[in-house]
């Protein structure tokens, strides 16, 4: 069974962002439970939430009182997916850290193989994969936002050779988070930013199936879309000339 929070270390901190996702954290509170509970550490779930005000505290007490191992952090001022998960990051005390979707699209059973591969020697960060050998995406997936995702996925190639670096589903040590340049969160593709400021060399990609949301609505917009373009500039500046 998970255990609790207060019964010893925690080994894994899994953050979720959300805004507007009470009809989808429960199941994902108690799928990430259940697919948790044949291992042997601890956990915590941290949802960071931006202000939603749609019941989201209501459902996390209500998971509280079921026992499983999550906290809310109500962030009142500021906005946005990835500073919201750089607040989890900051505010988690597991020597793993994990970071997945609240709509779930992302697979809470393949959490234990994501956890199994940063166990690997040198690997040092690992990306919940739409586009390996033996991933898939819903055939509803509209052409949309599958154009979207190659492109941006291309856009991405000079900073990484990771197959799937836009992925909102990846884990890695807490020391390599720690160890990170300066961050700038901008727009939602936050793991791409850690994968280049953590200087991340061997990054390993674990094939999931990526699922259309089934509650709520997408955060991906045109401003978005723009933040992303910025988002890689600034990477790219980063990691040719600013570091050298």
Known sequence: MVLSLMSQMIDTSIIIPTFQEVHNI?????RISAAMSATTGAIEILIVDDNSQDGTDQVVERLRDEKHPVRLIVRERERGL?????????????????CMDADLSHPPEMLPELLAALDTQGVDFVIGSRYVKGAGTDADWGLFRRMNSSIATALARPLTRARDPLSGF??????TFRAAAPL???????????????????????????????HGSSKLTMK???????HVAKLTGYKFFARR
Not at 170 to 175: E, G, H, I, T, W
Not at 187 to 209: A, M, S
Not at 224 to 230: M, N, S, T
């Open 224 to 230: 978005q879309q723009w933040l992303y373009l910025r």
């Open 184 to 214: 700038q969160p901008m727009g939602y593709k936050i793991g791409l930013e850690l994968i280049v400021k953590c200087n991340c060399r061997n990054v390993c990609e674990v094939p999931i199936h990526f699922a259309q949301r089934r």
């Open 170 to 175: 990846f884990a890695l040590r807490q020391s």
């Open 26 to 30: 429960g199941e994902l509170v108690r």
């Open 82 to 98: 990835s500073s919201a998960v750089i607040r989890g990051f900051n505010e988690a005390v597991g020597t793993t850290l994990v």
